[in-house]
């Protein structure tokens, strides 16, 4: 069951996107201040080889995700590095998975995990942006950084438990 409805997605959306530089720094001190580890995994990328403009795509994704998170009037807890490696490695084993399938094997597997999903709209977004910018930049292996990057963050909001959802929480609440 999806905890960021379409419109508190559409919300985290515009809120972004009309923000100034000055309001996106302000995000992006909360952001530290409520998901330090989300914040961190996002800067790590040009370590990793990834340009700081295509970093900054990343930072622009972890901006819309914490806005949306924000928007749902959910309490989150901390996503812990734990909680991001464990994310990775069961997505990377999912696509690892998929390599050895038929191509409409890989569809239906595709279709199944998309349908499952707990948070459809916030995985539509991020996704359907990710696309965009991959036909719009001039492609470097690094890319596949921000996409797994952008990947985990999604899964790490999806299926981290949260007191809304009845599951016990250490974490602090994100003010709307």
Not at 69 to 84: F, V
Not at 92 to 101: C, I
Not at 141 to 150: E, G, I, K, T
């Amino acid at each position: 069951m999806t905890r960021i409805s379409l419109d508190a997605m559409a919300r985290a959306m515009r809120a972004v996107e009309a923000m100034n530089l000055s309001q996106k720094e302000a995000l992006t001190d909360e952001l530290f201040l409520a998901q330090p580890h989300m914040l961190g995994s996002v800067l790590v990328l040009p370590k990793l080889g990834v340009s700081m403009e295509k970093t900054e795509f990343a930072i622009e994704l972890l901006l819309l995700c914490f806005q949306a998170m924000k928007a749902s009037g959910r309490a989150w807890p901390p996503i812990t590095e734990d909680d991001q490696e464990l994310q990775q490695r069961v997505y990377v084993t999912t696509v690892r998975l998929g390599e050895d399938l038929s191509p409409m094997q890989r569809d239906r597997l595709m279709q199944q995990y998309l349908r499952n999903h707990p948070e459809q709209n916030l995985l539509a977004c991020i996704g359907a942006r990710t696309a965009d910018w991959l036909e719009r930049i001039d492609p470097e292996d690094s890319d596949r950084y921000v996409m797994l990057a952008a990947a985990n963050l999604v899964n790490c909001i999806a299926f981290i438990p949260t007191p809304a959802s009845g599951e016990p929480s250490a974490g602090a609440r994100i003010a709307k």
